[in-house]
């Protein structure tokens, strides 16, 4: 592999081939891997957006079906990494690939909700990508989506302990490795799983990490106000924000 290469994608490009060779039992189906199908777009965002020193990296848990599984880029909710990042690119497809859940790129009419909240409070609070991304960089922790044969998405914290181990110590490595090149102040986990999987993969190192509620329209909480809540949390941090 080309040294030439900027280092997260080094990075990334390390853990799809790690995440790949892993097996999940039922009721485990089906497993996207983004990393690899929609590498052209994850790519661009690493390269464009991923250079450090930066102050703060939050981390979401795994992609979403209408987000990151999409255009490969974390909450990556279609129109606003199009329009506001200014990210495109080819995204081919999973296989096998669900036929429920198809992988339509920057087609894709559904929104995902999550990433919808997190990137646009970004552009409210930032007005320009380059602009939040100065100081900012947002990062998943596990790459892969996983869904059961109905097409119902399976969160990796469900996973048993024997496929967790293996798997978790890969994202564990990459986290690590990320968090190395853009030496931030802090870690926030988007949601309680995130804060933990920071927790182990950083132990031992400097960086403080914290946690903000998760923008997911799952949460009842959430849905009263997410922004507002999670600026509320980032400031008690002691985040700056503009």
């Known amino acids: 592999m080309s040294n030439s290469q900027p280092p997260l994608v080094r990075i990334s490009r390390n853990l799809s081939r790690n995440v790949g060779s892993e097996k999940f039992a039922a009721p485990i189906s089906y497993v996207y891997n983004p990393l690899q199908y929609a590498r052209a777009p994850h790519e661009q965002y690493l390269s464009r957006y991923g250079n450090g020193p930066k102050q703060v990296v939050f981390v979401g848990m795994n992609p979403g079906p209408f987000g990151m599984a999409q255009t490969g880029v974390p909450f990556g909710e279609v129109s606003l ?5 200014g990210i495109t690119g080819k995204v081919g497809r999973p296989d096998p690939e669900h036929p429920k859940r198809r992988i339509e790129g920057f087609e894709c009419k559904r929104s995902e909700v999550s990433g919808a909240r997190l990137w646009g409070w970004a552009k409210a609070r930032f007005a ?16 892969l989506v996983f869904m059961e044969e109905s097409g119902r998405n399976f969160t990796p914290d469900k996973l048993p302990a024997s496929e ?26 988007v949601g309680a799983f995130a804060q933990k999987a920071a927790m182990r993969a950083l132990a031992g190192t400097n960086v403080q990490i914290g946690t903000i509620l998760h923008p997911s329209p799952a949460s009842p909480v959430a849905n009263r106000g997410w922004a507002e809540q999670a600026e509320k949390q980032l400031v008690e941090q002691g985040v700056e924000l503009p």
Do not use: K
């Not at 990494?81 to 990042?85: A, E, I, L, Q």
């Not at 602009?131 to 947002?138: C, G, Y």
């Open 81 to 85: 990494v199009r329009d506001w990042m």
């Open 164 to 189: 967790r181990e293996t798997l978790f110590a890969h994202c564990d490595r990459a986290l690590l490795a990320l968090v190395e090149q853009l030496s931030p102040q802090r870690v926030i986990g």
């Open 128 to 143: 320009t990508a380059d602009h939040f991304f100065e100081r900012f960089f947002v990062a998943n922790y596990c790459p």
